[in-house]
């Protein structure tokens, strides 16, 4: 599970220095539902810290987050908003902050 963790933690900083947050919610703008589901939860677990990521992470899944709440596209945009809206009640307070 410790390796995983790593492994995790090496692959999520790669995307972070290669792909833009923002790049990420375009992309998820031709996703089925359910892939676009699982890819807010991901980011949200990011944003909110869940993870032994550090702050830059951290930032760039909240850039990624709004975005998608912002996309023309009503139905990503109300998933990213209700993921944003949940951040609000987060047990931590830089996260509510930031929500």
């Known amino acids: 599970r ?3 963790e790593r492994r995790l933690g090496a692959v999520v900083a790669e995307l972070v220095q290669t792909l833009a947050g923002s790049s990420l919610a375009f992309a998820a703008r031709d996703m ?3 892939e676009l589901f699982g890819v807010v939860r991901v980011v949200e677990d ?3 810290g869940n993870t032994s ?3 830059q992470v951290r930032a760039w ?6 975005t998608l709440a912002e996309d023309e ?3 990503v945009a109300r998933v ?6 949940c951040a609000v009640h987060d047990d931590d307070e ?4 930031w929500a």
Request: proline share 0%; hydrophobic share 40%; net charge negative.
């Open 2 to 4: 410790a390796s995983d």
């Open 32 to 34: 089925g539902d359910d």
């Open 46 to 48: 990011l944003a909110k």
């Open 53 to 55: 990521a550090g702050a």
């Open 61 to 66: 899944a909240r850039g990624c987050l709004m």
């Open 73 to 75: 596209n009503h139905s």
């Open 80 to 85: 990213a908003a209700c993921s944003i809206a």
């Open 94 to 97: 830089e996260t509510r902050q």
